[in-house]
Structures are given as structure tokens and as C-alpha cells.
């Protein structure tokens, strides 16, 4: 039996064969572009995240330090005689 194809599998045979699409090479590449350009923005968002912890900490770390002077205060006016009149 004869396919309709074998007419055009020849022909395509003769002139070296079909030519393969660029479509799959392209796609890659705009995939890869893509994956580059989200790692990029993740990294630049992180290290701002990572500054402005890094500035959360040292804040906390001066409040803490200037409470405990407070409570330092508090205590000695606690426990400091009354002044008599």
C-alpha cells in the first residue's frame, strides 16, 4: 500500500532531510535568561533584607543597653535614703 507521505518523506530525504526547528534552542534560552534575571532580583532583595536586620539588631541592642541603665537608675533612687527636711 502507498501513503501520501512517501511522496514527501523522499523529496525531504533528497534535499538532506527536514530541518529542525530553532523554536526548543530558543525557548532554552529565553528560560535560562528568565532563571538568571529572578536569581538576580532574589539576591538583591536579600541582601537589603540583610542590611536592614543587620540595622533592627544594632537599634535593639542600644535600647537594651540605654533600659538597663534606666533600670540601674530606677533602683538606686529606690533604694537611695529619703532626704530629710
Known sequence: ??????????????????????????????????TLGVLWASRQRLDEERSRTAAALKANDELKARLKIAEAELVRFKTAPAPSE
Open 1 to 34: 500500500m502507498v501513503s501520501p507521505w512517501d511522496d514527501v518523506r523522499e523529496e525531504s530525504a533528497e534535499e538532506g532531510g527536514p530541518r529542525p526547528s530553532p523554536l526548543p534552542w530558543m525557548l532554552l534560552t529565553v528560560s535560562i535568561l528568565m
